[in-house]
């Protein structure tokens, strides 16, 4: 994986490493929105307004899927490695997999009663929120920790070390949450329970694909130095 930190160097790379960083970033504007979404309908109890903001979630998806396959067509062509065009393609499918999880909440949302939300407790609203605030967080170090991967990489370790945490605290936010739907007693029916689950699920995978993509970056970082006697 070392020859891909070699690449970086290279001024023909210019076009896939902007695109790169134009990549993660409309993964970031996924989970913004999402959680703007999320916002609209928790605290200000908007069903529609909120619907319309999953929507656009969807929208950004299409455009990150749009730059990805672009990236993929410049990783084709030209005078890169076999093991370069592999380490660059697992690094925008990390990248994607967080706008795909973004994505995969904002549809399921849009299917969930207002029934259910308004029999929900405010611990459980306030856990929802609190989650989503630092997934926001930790998206937000996404296009850092690539850009300076692209760049001096003189804070990857830091960004990367910052984005473990913010997955681990959320990892425990989502537990607590899922403690407090199990001690309410719903009035609704179990497809929608299940609904609720697994969107929760793909809630807390965000900030692990997010995690995915730092640990990635530290594997080509470990992988480009010089093995010592």
Not at 52 to 78: C, H, M, N, P, Y
Not at 168 to 195: C, G, M, P, W, Y
Request: charged content about 35%.
């Amino acid at each position: 994986m070392g020859s891909l930190i070699e690449y970086f160097k290279l001024k023909t790379a210019t076009t896939v490493l902007e695109k790169s960083i134009s990549h993660a970033q409309k993964a970031q504007e996924c989970v913004r929105e999402l959680n703007k979404g999320i916002q609209i309908l928790l605290k200000e109890k908007d069903l529609e307004k909120s619907r319309e903001s999953f929507k656009s979630v969807d929208l950004f998806e299409r455009e990150a899927d749009t730059l990805r396959r672009k990236i993929q067509k410049e990783i084709s062509r030209g005078e890169l490695s076999t093991s370069v065009r592999i380490d660059l393609s697992h690094l925008i499918k990390r990248q994607d997999d967080v706008a795909d999880c973004a994505t995969g909440v904002a549809r399921r949302l849009n299917t969930i009663p207002i029934k259910f939300w308004e029999q929900c407790t405010e611990e459980t609203l306030s856990l929802i929120l609190e989650m989503m605030k630092r997934t926001e967080t930790c998206v937000g170090l996404l296009d850092k920790i690539v850009i300076d991967l692209l760049g001096q990489r003189t804070r990857v370790k830091e960004y990367a070390r910052d984005i473990n945490r913010l997955e681990h605290e959320i990892d425990l936010i989502n537990i607590d949450l899922r403690k407090s739907l199990q001690e309410t007693d719903f009035d609704v029916n179990a497809f929608t329970i299940f609904t609720v689950g697994n969107t929760m699920d793909i809630m807390e995978a965000i900030s692990d694909a997010i995690e995915g993509v730092a640990d990635y970056i530290m594997q080509l970082l470990d992988s480009s130095k010089p093995v010592s006697d």
